[in-house]
């Protein structure tokens, strides 16, 4: 049976490590998979700050539960981070940490991963609706990757080993499809109805010095720059220093990459998400331009007989 990321799934406990340095089930705990990269660490929030020393160059997602609220975030510096929360009257409700990080030496996860988990966890947080969620602002929509479907599968499931009852709930409460008394086709016709697909999006080209782009608007409202879209490469003095030093960064970071043949252009490697149309047009252009340079995409003619 084939998964999405969004199908709800009936977890069970897994044959996962879990490590208890200090002995005692509900204190500092390490949960971990052999077969897979991640790790989740979990210990009382009562600890964070002992801990923040010993830990501090980890970068991680992690989440803050307790009270039915879950407060969900990444960081460069995870524990610093959750220390700093431990002493935050606004995170008084949470009990409970629970750092997502890698499984070997140096406890580090790259940015995209972080951005990416911290979305999709609080989308599914959401979906769920077994706690309310915390957070004040919304999380960045990431670009996404083939291999991140896998991550967050093996995330969901190092949670659930963990304890944390925010995205699935015990699963003695969770009535499967027979007991309700469903057969196996109701089931899946159940999941369609919840879960239904969203329509392909409007396209958008690219009109500017002949610069090869396409995009769309998602359902946040953001603006997605497609994977294979061209770049700019000259910026112009006009253009922002946000954008430049973004530009800079994702260059960097293999975001976007040079093409062979081509001094004057770079290219998109992956979709990859603006905050508004108007952003990602001065992104590709390098130069200050307004979001009237993307250009609906004409549907095709279709002549009936």
Not at 87 to 95: L, M, Q, T
Not at 191 to 209: G, K, L, M, N, W
């Amino acid at each position: 049976m084939k998964f999405s990321s969004d199908t709800p799934l009936q977890l069970q406990p897994c044959t996962h490590i879990i490590y208890r340095p200090f002995g005692g089930v509900e204190g500092y705990r390490l949960i971990s998979d052999p077969a897979g990269r991640l790790a989740v660490t979990t210990f009382p929030m009562e600890m964070a700050r002992r801990l923040a020393a010993s830990f501090d160059q980890w970068s991680a997602c992690y989440l803050l539960a307790g009270e039915g609220q879950v407060h969900i975030a990444q960081s460069r510096c995870a524990m610093k981070a959750i220390a700093e929360h431990a002493v935050d009257p606004a995170k008084a409700f949470a009990s409970e940490v629970f750092l997502i990080h890698a499984q070997e030496e140096p406890r580090t996860m790259d940015w995209s991963t972080r951005l990416f988990l911290e979305h999709r966890l609080t989308e599914l947080a959401k979906q769920a609706g077994l706690v309310r969620l915390a957070n004040t602002v919304e999380p960045r929509v990431p670009p996404w990757r083939v291999e991140h479907a896998a991550t967050l599968e093996q995330t969901r499931r190092l949670l659930f080993d963990a304890g944390c009852r925010v995205l699935d709930r015990n699963l003695p409460s969770q009535p499967s499809a027979q007991g309700k008394g469903y057969d196996s086709g109701d089931a899946e016709k159940a999941v369609d109805i919840a879960c239904p697909t969203r329509p392909e999006p409007e396209e958008f080209a690219f009109r500017y010095c002949g610069i090869w782009a396409r995009g769309h608007r998602d359902h946040e409202g953001h603006f997605v720059v497609r994977a294979g879209s061209e770049v700019r490469k000259m910026q112009t003095a006009s253009l922002r220093k946000n954008i430049k030093k973004l530009r800079a960064d994702l260059l960097a970071s293999g975001i976007v990459v040079p093409i062979v043949g081509r001094k004057d252009r770079l290219r998109f490697q992956v979709d990859w998400c603006f905050f508004s149309p108007a952003v990602a047009a001065k992104f590709v252009a390098g130069a200050h331009i307004s979001a009237t340079k993307w250009v609906r995409v004409p549907e095709p003619i279709v002549r009936t007989e």
